[in-house]
């Protein structure tokens, strides 16, 4: 990809995520409930409401995340401890690094990046998995934006 080309293709992922954001927000409350929950065994985010009851369940494919403190982006397929499902999934994201000849998305260790880069990476990332969405989440244990791509929700009655 030229870098014209690559700048279509970020400018097209960009816009594009909004409009799911947007969509995730006004059909699902995305953003609006008390808590979340990650099985990463199971490849789900979980949401519960203000009576902490479980709402809705989400399939996700882990992207990456963003390191305020540090101010660098990790891709989800090089953790080190990452549950294999996830990790086999994750690593389709990899292929942009072809795709797209930046080879950011081959990188395995931590790169400099501000939370822009992170939005504009995981865009690309929901892009390329013809996800719905993606969802952001503080893990305080790790200290770190954790970068969701939404691929299924599920309503729970």
């Known amino acids: 990809m ?4 690559f700048e279509l293709f970020l400018t097209t ?6 409009e ?9 409350g995305f953003g609006s409930h008390k808590r979340w929950m990650f099985e990463s065994d ?23 995340s963003y390191s305020p403190a540090n101010k ?19 690593l389709r994201i990899k292929e942009l690094e072809d795709i797209t000849d930046a080879t950011i998305f081959g990188e395995k260790d931590p790169v400099e990046a501000d ?4 939005w504009e990476l995981a865009a690309m990332a929901v892009k ?3 996800a719905l969405g993606c ?20 309503v729970i009655s």
């Open 2 to 5: 030229n870098d014209q080309d």
């Open 13 to 18: 992922a960009t816009n594009e995520l909004k």
């Open 20 to 28: 799911k954001q947007a969509n995730l927000t006004s059909a699902y």
């Open 42 to 64: 199971k490849a789900k985010l979980q949401f519960f409401n203000q009576d902490d009851q479980l709402v809705l369940e989400a399939e996700i494919v882990d992207i990456g």
């Open 72 to 90: 660098t982006w990790k891709w989800a397929w090089a953790y080190e401890s990452i549950n294999p499902v996830l990790k086999a999934e994750s």
């Open 115 to 118: 939370e822009y880069l992170a």
């Open 128 to 130: 390329h998995l013809n």
């Open 135 to 154: 969802y952001r989440a503080f893990s305080s244990a790790r200290n770190v934006n954790m970068f969701f791509a939404i691929t299924e929700v599920r």
